[in-house]
T-cell receptor
């Protein structure tokens, strides 16, 4: 158990709909990362938050948005869903280097999104 | 930009034989390298990392990795593969400026009984 919790584990929805994926990081971790895993694109970095602030942005579509709340949990919002958005979405967290973290990310079990 | 490459799609090995999964990296500055494993329908699990120090890094489940600066490689190894090692293996590098990791495409390892 990595200590990172993601909900829901599975989600089936229709094209054009909107969904929200939720992530609770490991206790004490300030950084949260979102990744998308699909068969054709591999593991793609979407976005990173650190203590509520956006820190880095990757290949995240404009239809997608995220935020990190004061209690450090994070949500990834996916809207106007398309068939190609079907994928496994992972959240990961890490400790900061200055407080003993050494760089590894700890991943949740993922949220599998199926768009029909 | 920091990146890693995993040249093989699939690695097949007989149970009990040595297992090697290849990874090469491209970084500016000192590389921080990682290996993760993903079992079916599971999240990625951290195996080991190289930050500095000894070129041979030991990790979980009997895995080790050898950092080779001259060849810019960080190959994952296990002396004797088990059927339970069948999984998807990812090499990753820390992106300078923040803590995110850039992952390779992954290697499917199949250990044949």
């Amino acid at each position: 158990d990595s200590g990172v919790t993601q909900t829901p584990k599975h989600l089936i929805t229709a094209t054009g709909q909107r969904v929200t994926l939720r992530c609770s990081p490991r206790s004490g971790d300030l950084s949260v990362y979102w990744y998308q895993q699909s068969l054709d694109q591999g593991l793609q970095f979407l976005i990173q938050y650190y203590n509520g602030e956006e820190r880095a942005k990757g290949n995240i579509l404009e239809r997608f948005s995220a935020q990190q709340f004061p209690d450090l949990h994070s949500e990834l919002n996916l809207s106007s869903l398309e068939l190609g958005d079907s994928a496994l979405y992972f959240c990961a967290s890490s400790a900061v280097w200055s407080s003993g973290g050494s760089g590894e990310l700890f991943f949740g079990e993922g949220s599998r999104l199926t768009v029909l | 930009a920091q990146s890693v490459a995993q040249p093989e799609d699939q690695v097949n090995v007989a149970e009990g034989n040595p297992l090697t999964v290849k990874c090469t990296y491209s970084v500016s500055g000192n590389p921080y390298l990682f290996w993760y494993v993903q079992y079916p329908n599971r999240g990625l699990q951290f195996l080991l990392k190289y930050i500095t120090g000894d070129n041979l890094v030991k990790g979980s489940y009997g895995f080790e990795a050898e950092f080779n600066k001259s060849q810019t490689s960080f190959h994952l190894k296990k002396p004797s593969a088990l059927v339970s090692d069948s999984a998807l293996y990812f090499c990753a590098v820390r992106v300078y400026g923040n803590n995110r990791l850039a992952f390779g495409k992954g290697n499917q390892v199949v250990v044949i009984p």
